[in-house]
């Protein structure tokens, strides 16, 4: 399975975007991807939420989802694409990762659900959350991919709960807010969720200078199969997917979670065994 990450430097300007997304899916499937992973926001961004996305929001039948399933269909390729859709809070739509088959058919929907009120931001002001809190996969062939946004990638259950549900691949589009240490972040929370769930992950990222880029492809173990830096471009990596099973194999953390093992309500440790 080759998969690629492509990072865009999205605006406010759809008809630009939708023409970016095009130039870099045709790259990226000319290097030989079969899935091409694109991130939040890909469709409209700005520096900071307004009230401006819920103008630009549209239902995922409507004609910026209709021209990702085009892109989709000329290439070939199976396409993940963050947009913003309309939600039933007209003034609050829903963040959106949206995938399409090489086909044009909408194959998956995932609806962000940890909002970004951080960090000065407060996303949920201007998006509504998703309705439930039910993982969102999607299969390409044999091969079963998890959807996350951005924030999310902080909240290892959801992760957790994407490999439990027969995901192979992490597809993550984010667009990370610059800070400190916040690349070293997202490159960290990366690598851990490959690891905590001996799963691919593919972390697409808006490139400077709204987000930090740095759009990476990981395997099972966190190495990083390929990556990009600052500026806009399309990362590709082959995965072998039968890794997975020998690395549970030798860390079947899997199989020993101890979920009823809690620190007790007063914050005191339960005494050892003796």
């Avoid at 593919?202 to 759009?215: K, Y």
């Amino acid at each position: 399975m080759r998969v690629a990450v492509a990072q865009p430097a999205s605006n406010d300007d759809v008809a630009a975007n939708l023409a970016l997304i095009d130039q870099l899916a045709a790259q990226a499937a000319g290097e030989g991807a079969q899935v091409v992973l694109f991130p939040e926001y890909a469709t409209y961004e700005k520096r900071r939420l307004d009230e401006t996305f819920a103008r630009a929001a549209q239902p995922l039948g409507g004609p910026i989802c209709a021209d990702l399933a085009s892109i989709a269909r000329r290439h070939g390729i199976t396409l993940v694409a963050g947009v913003v859709e309309a939600s039933p809070v007209p003034e609050r739509p829903f963040n959106t990762l949206a995938a399409f088959s090489p086909s044009g058919a909408l194959i998956a929907a995932y609806r962000k659900i940890h909002l970004f009120d951080a960090q000065g931001q407060r996303e949920s002001d201007f998006i509504s959350p998703a309705p439930t809190a039910d993982p969102v996969t999607f299969d390409v062939g044999d091969v079963t991919f998890g959807l996350m946004t951005c924030y999310d990638l902080r909240f290892p259950e959801l992760a957790r709960a994407l490999a439990d549900a027969g995901a192979q691949v992490l597809a993550i589009g984010a667009s990370w807010v610059p800070g400190e240490l916040k690349t070293d972040q997202w490159l960290t929370l990366l690598a851990a969720r490959a690891i905590d769930n001996a799963v691919f992950v593919a972390g697409s990222c808006q490139a400077p200078p709204i987000s930090v880029g740095h759009s990476q492809i990981l395997d099972p173990q966190g190495g990083v199969l390929s990556r990009l830096s600052a500026e806009p471009g399309v990362a590709v990596a082959d995965l072998d997917l039968g890794r997975i099973a020998g690395i549970r194999r030798d860390f079947p953390v899997a199989q020993q979670r101890r979920m009823g093992v809690l620190i007790r309500s007063d914050h005191t440790q339960p005494e050892s065994a003796v």
